[in-house]
């Protein structure tokens, strides 16, 4: 016999914890990339004393390698905006040969002109040092897709019962917890129950696995209510000044 008070069979979905679909500074670099060609072109032209408008007379200057430079960063720039892992290793190609390219420039011919040379290197290593972050680069290499989380974990270590187990944290946010897990079989997605203390509050809660990794395993808290929310952000607060 069916349930007249629940004629819907299928479990509601649970709630995820929501990720960022990429940091603003990371736009900024694809923006910036993508607009590269334009900004290269204009600077030679007025560089050379050429107009703008002459598009042969500004391609006439530049050598094979120049041309493949000076489009190059547009396929980057294409990458790094939809997050794919061909985008992460060619922008590191592409941001390494743009540094050599202008540091040779400025070396050979170190003159006030050169000067944007210079600030295109910089730019260069300010972009590999950003992106070579373990925080920005995690959704380019991962194996299984995710995005940024909206708030950095502090590390902090306590006792957790995950499934029926006690272990231990690594790190802990409001919104989700790191458990040491040595080579967890669960996958992306799979849901762990949760008990732990914190300042003598007991907190059950669900969770939802987002990463892996031979060490442990990342789970956000899922279906929190804002009461326990509040007093979870309390309880964390006190545990980081201890």
């Avoid at 990429?22 to 060609?37: D, S």
């Avoid at 300042?199 to 789970?219: A, I, K």
Wanted: glycine share 6%.
């Amino acid at each position: 016999m069916s349930d007249s008070r629940n004629p819907d069979p299928d479990p509601p979905r649970r709630e995820r914890r929501r990720r960022v679909r990429r940091p603003l500074t990371l736009t900024l670099f694809g923006i910036a990339f993508l607009l590269m060609p334009l900004i290269n072109y204009v600077a030679i032209a007025l560089r050379a004393g050429i107009p703008v408008s002459d598009v042969a007379g500004v391609f006439a200057r530049l050598n094979l390698f120049e041309i493949v430079l000076l489009f190059g960063s547009v396929p980057v720039a294409i990458g790094l905006l939809l997050v794919k892992k061909w985008g992460w290793w060619t922008f590191l190609a592409y941001a390494c040969a743009l540094i050599v390219y202008n540091a040779t420039v400025f070396a050979l011919q170190p003159f006030a002109g050169n000067l944007g040379a210079v600030l295109l290197a910089l730019f260069g290593m300010l972009a590999v040092a950003y992106i070579m972050r373990n925080d920005i680069s995690a959704p380019y290499i991962k194996m299984y897709p995710r995005g940024w989380r909206l708030q950095k974990r502090k590390p902090l270590v306590f006792e957790i019962v995950a499934d029926d187990i006690m272990r231990r944290t690594k790190d802990a946010h409001e919104r989700g917890v790191y458990i040491e897990w040595p080579e967890c079989s669960l996958e992306p997605g799979a849901e762990v129950t949760l008990a732990f203390r914190l300042n003598d509050n007991r907190y059950d809660l669900t969770g939802g696995v987002v990463r892996t990794d031979p060490e442990g395993v990342g789970v956000a808290f899922r279906d929190i209510d804002l009461n326990t929310l509040f007093s979870l952000r309390h309880d964390l607060r006190e545990q980081t000044r201890i």
